[in-house]
């Protein structure tokens, strides 16, 4: 069984910074590409940014760039976001998703991704 787990959402005021984590179980971890979505109250889930199987290809959202960082360790089988800067605008219920792929290229829609985590609260205060 699948489990994708979130872990270290809170309460942050902006400009403030935030380290989110995803645990991975019941999968190869290695053979997947994986991503960071986000969903705030009354809107689309959006994608925040993803990262190749090996790590190699990363991709962001223009609202983050700059700002958030993602990585992984596929031998502890973890995806990673750090978030810096943060603005009110964060503040969303943050997903990992795990798509299936062993390319550099990276998808944005959330279709794309079978595997998603319970998510966690982000909240940025003004």
């Known amino acids: 069984q699948v489990q994708l787990v979130e872990s270290g959402g809170g309460l942050v005021q902006a400009g403030g910074s935030l380290s989110l984590s995803c645990a991975a179980s019941?999968?190869?971890?290695?053979?997947?590409?994986m991503a960071w979505f986000r969903q705030a109250p009354g809107k689309e889930r959006e994608f925040v940014g993803g990262i190749s199987w090996s790590g190699g290809g990363t991709l962001y959202s223009d609202s983050v760039k700059g700002r958030f960082s993602i990585s992984r360790d596929n031998a502890k089988s973890t995806l990673s976001l750090q978030m810096i800067s943060l603005k009110p605008e964060d503040t969303a219920v943050y997903f990992c998703a795990a798509a299936r792929s062993m390319s550099t290229v990276l998808t944005t829609t959330a279709v794309q991704y079978g595997y998603w985590g319970q998510g966690t609260q982000v909240t940025v205060s003004s």
């Open positions: 019941g999968l190869s971890f290695r053979w997947y590409s």
